[in-house]
């Protein structure tokens, strides 16, 4: 049973950089043609889609967000991460990290973390 | 202002059968891409309903069923039962915006 887990900072001053980590057990990283994504959710709100990379490292990222996201892959921890850079206090949000699977016509998440809580504020 | 919507909430009395409803656009939906639905109780990881329109993962009762048509797709739960009481949400792709999922609907089980 694969299983993920997101940690990092869950304080963020506004204008520095979220880092969170999705560390992924019961199964290789690398292995199938999975990819790996970022969803987070506002309170009150729904959820959106931030980003995904494949374990090759391309990335495609949300074009609202694109600018201020980078998502890279670590293979030899299993593990990947999420940067989100000049953050406001709208970023505040439960961030998810899931695996991702492409059906040839969408992608959907059949796995997912738990979600960890990170608030902008200084 | 989510791409795809669904009603804020529904409600049912146990047993009876209640649908959800997403609606896209000629981009998602329309374009033919496909739609997954999410179950989601707070404080837990969201957990996968329904992938590729209509199939269950194993361990999802068949109480839960999908369907699709045009830009619209929904989501129907029979037999009612208090452990469904949670939001749902339907996914899908978009030409411009990659992935995209609808508002949420929050099912109250009476």
């Known amino acids: 049973q694969v299983q993920l887990q997101e940690s990092g900072p869950r304080l963020v001053k506004p204008s520095q950089t979220l880092s969170l980590t999705c560390t992924v057990s019961g199964g290789s990283i690398s292995s199938g043609s999975y990819y790996w994504s970022w969803i987070r959710q506002p309170a009150g709100k729904g959820l959106e889609w931030i980003g995904r990379i494949y374990t090759s490292g391309s990335t495609i990222y949300n074009p609202s967000l694109k600018s201020r996201v980078t998502i890279s892959i670590d293979t030899s921890k299993n593990q990947f991460s999420l940067k989100l850079s000049s953050v406001t206090a709208a970023d505040t949000a439960l961030y998810y990290c899931?695996?991702?699977?492409?059906?040839?016509?969408?992608?959907?998440?059949?796995?997912w973390g738990q979600g960890t809580l990170v608030t902008v504020s200084s | 202002q989510s791409v795809l919507t669904q009603p804020p909430s529904v409600s049912g009395a146990p047993g009876q059968r209640v649908t959800i409803s997403c609606t896209g656009s000629s981009s998602n939906i329309g374009a033919g891409y496909d739609v997954h639905w999410y179950q989601h109780l707070p404080g837990t990881a969201p957990k996968l309903l329904i992938y590729?329109?209509?199939n269950r993962p194993s361990g999802v009762p068949d109480r839960f069923s999908a369907s699709q048509s045009g830009t619209s797709a929904s989501l129907a739960i029979t037999g009612l039962q208090a452990e469904d009481e949670a939001d749902y949400y339907c996914q899908s792709y978009d030409t411009s915006l990659s992935v995209v999922f609808g508002g949420g609907t929050q099912l109250t089980v009476l």
């Open positions: 899931a695996r991702t699977r492409w059906t040839g016509g969408s992608f959907y998440f059949d796995y």
């Open positions: 590729v329109n209509t």
